[in-house]
């Protein structure tokens, strides 16, 4: 197939995006974006030499066989009887005839007559069926016509309390012809309403409170108000809870991602096949009868990091988007911090991406709402299922450096213009928190607002602050209320206190406007912070098995006020070919014993995290700044033993407000920090946490011992000063 060979031609030859590549030649994105994602999970390499025909087998899957109970019917028993089955409606009945098309699965058989009158036949005999044996059918059918309600044979639900109409496992089908499914929770008026879309692979069917329990306990305990007004029937993980927002007339859609749920198709999570499925969903959900023709984005973690994908393909029905704790960047802000592989990914696709992809079916869990399977109604064996799912963690492991398959998976800010709400947790250190900051800098949306609260990752999302701030951007933007949006600082954020409270304060820029760039430099003799820099020739030496070595200040004399991102300078040497840098910044109370705070998910971390691999120590100078260096990761350049090179090393952003007479520090290590203290666990994270949360950094194929687990020593001189720099607010 010519076709293919130029898609690959125009991405790989021409560097072009997919985008670009169906502007060139007459292809739709779906259909280039699945050669790609084939082409690289192949393991095929180009230029290659394998023919067209041959590239065609490996490219463009077989036609699946078709289930008997989904082709085309031949008679009205048959297609009324098929008309009864959960979620099936006319419209898919004729998307799946498409099947027994002569020129296979893929292809839409909308010029086959035959079909086409053999639908509308039982369209007529469906309306007279129910005329004879309903006496109320013209009313009800005229209130459905009404109410938009153009899905046949969908369960509805009428929520006396919210006026609710709720319809589950609608079809949507994507142009490669695979089917997702998505429950519609909408006002019961005529509208026309927005909606608020939300796209994943957690099981929309799944409630919150039985797939993630303790979070659900401490979303009870902790945030009452999160759970008050709500009967919580409808409650899923991290997703816009329908009854705060069907009565205020927002349209509430969850998709099940490709492979998940009650969704067909292949689980590859992050996929720019997601991102596509995204962009149709979005135009699909536009054009709904009720619609407004306006689609908002909401919700936390992987609903809100899907977004700036998604935004930066411009869907022309997007109108907001509201990234709730959603990371950006592919390799720096998940996989590799500082070149160094974070373990989460592994066990976070074993806990809660497995245990609902589609597939399932009796083996895995049933809606406590419908009583469906979440997991879709057919069960297949563990060996189909993984035939069905990408290893995602093996694939990051096979690609340690940056490069295509992350840059296919990280938005391209440029092309953001759509207005956003980034909203970041200062607790968020090892996955959201800096893709937040780093999004709302970067992308060219003339609308854009930053905020920035505490607490636990998936809490402040459903209280009543974080309701009512969606509900102000949403209003805003999707319904043209006056909200008072129009006057919202850029900027708003929590500045935290030792005691765990908060004060709220308002900016325009970031970093903050009147932020005081203050060093403080590690005196290595003395294991101080200092003011000044100790000028005298020095150096220190760690065992990267240790804990590192601690600097400190002095008691501070009045409070100190730390708000924004902060870097250290360091020259270090390592007895080996390289060495992992861990830098935490702690705080001390006045007896020495160090203060932790709650994080996004473990409740005792210290203020703030860096890392970095000396070989990625490579700088990409038109991205960094002095206090966020932007390291390339694109090349290694290992250490020669012994011999010293500077490091610069990116320190997520922190808030704190530190007493007088309390002491702020900095530590220097070769691994993970541990607090000493008992640790904590959640229901849905695989390990204990002890002030990393889940954000570990142990994989023995990513940190070979001989390698890191050497000797690193620090050097210091007149010339070049280790200092660590803060953001003062005064």
Known sequence: MRKIREVLCLKFDAGLSVRKITTNIRISSGSAGNYLHRFNACGLTWPTELSDAELERHLVPPAPAVPSDQRPMRDWALAHAELHRPGVTLALLWQEGRLTHPQGSTQRAVGDQRLFLFLLSICFRFIVYHSINNKNATTRASERRRKGMVQVNVTLENADKTQMLIEWDVAIMMDDGVVLRADIFRPAGPGPFPALLSYGPYGKGLAFQDGYTT?????????????????????????????????????????????????????????????????????????????????????????????????????????????????????RDACYHGGIRCTFIRNWQEMQVKTVQNGLGNRGPRSRVNDRLVCGDVTLSDEELAQRRIDIWSVIKNNPLDGPYYDERTPDFSQIEVPLLSAGNWGGHGLHLRGNIEGFVRSASKQKWLELHDGEHWAEFYTDY???????????????????????????????????????????????????????????????????????????????????????????????????????????????????????????????????????????????????????????????????????????????????????????????????????????????????????????MKNSMRGCGPFTHDDEEDRLPEVFTGITTLHSNSEQPLRLLLPVQK
């Open 215 to 331: 979070a659900w306990q401490i979303l009870e305990e902790k945030f009452p108000d999160a759970v008050a007004g709500s009967s919580n029937r409808y409650q899923s993980w991290e997703i816009a809870d329908p009854e705060k927002w069907v009565p205020d007339g927002y349209a509430c859609i969850r998709i099940d991602a490709r492979g998940a749920g009650r969704s067909e198709g292949v689980v590859d999570l992050h996929a720019p096949r997601e991102t596509l499925d995204m962009y149709e969903c979005i135009e699909w959900v536009g054009a709904l009868p009720w619609c407004n023709g306006k689609v908002g984005l909401a919700g936390v973690s992987y609903f809100a990091a899907n977004q700036w994908r998604v935004a930066a393909l411009k869907p022309p029905s997007l109108a907001a988007i509201c990234i709730w704790e959603g990371y950006a960047d592919r390799y």
């Open 466 to 684: 974080g309701v009512g701030l969606q509900k102000a951007f949403f209003g805003h933007f999707l319904k043209s209320e006056n909200t008072g949006w129009d006057k919202q600082p850029q900027v708003q954020y929590r500045v935290r206190h030792i005691d765990g409270s908060t004060i709220t304060r308002t900016d325009d820029a970031w970093p903050l406007t009147n932020t005081q760039w203050t060093p403080l430099f590690l005196d290595l003799e003395e294991g101080s912070l200092n003011e000044q820099p100790n000028t005298k020739n020095a150096k220190r030496s760690f065992d990267a098995k240790s804990g590192g070595i601690d600097f400190m200040t002095p008691p501070l004399t009045e409070a100190l006020e730390i708000t924004g991102p902060m870097s250290v300078n360091l020259t270090i040497s390592s007895s080996t070919s390289d060495a992992d840098l861990f830098l935490v910044v702690r705080v001390y109370d006045t007896e020495n014993k160090e203060v932790t705070f709650q994080s996004a998910v473990d409740p005792k971390t210290p203020l703030a995290f860096g890392w970095l691999r000396a070989s990625h120590r490579r700088l990409d100078e038109s991205l960094s700044t002095p206090y966020r260096p932007y390291h390339t990761h694109d090349i290694l350049e290992p250490l020669t033993p012994h011999t010293p090179v500077d490091v610069q090393i990116e320190i997520w952003p922190a808030s704190m407000v530190i007493p007088m007479g309390y002491k702020l520090g900095l530590t220097v290590r070769g691994r993970d920090y541990e607090h000493e203290d008992d640790a904590a666990s959640l229901s849905n």
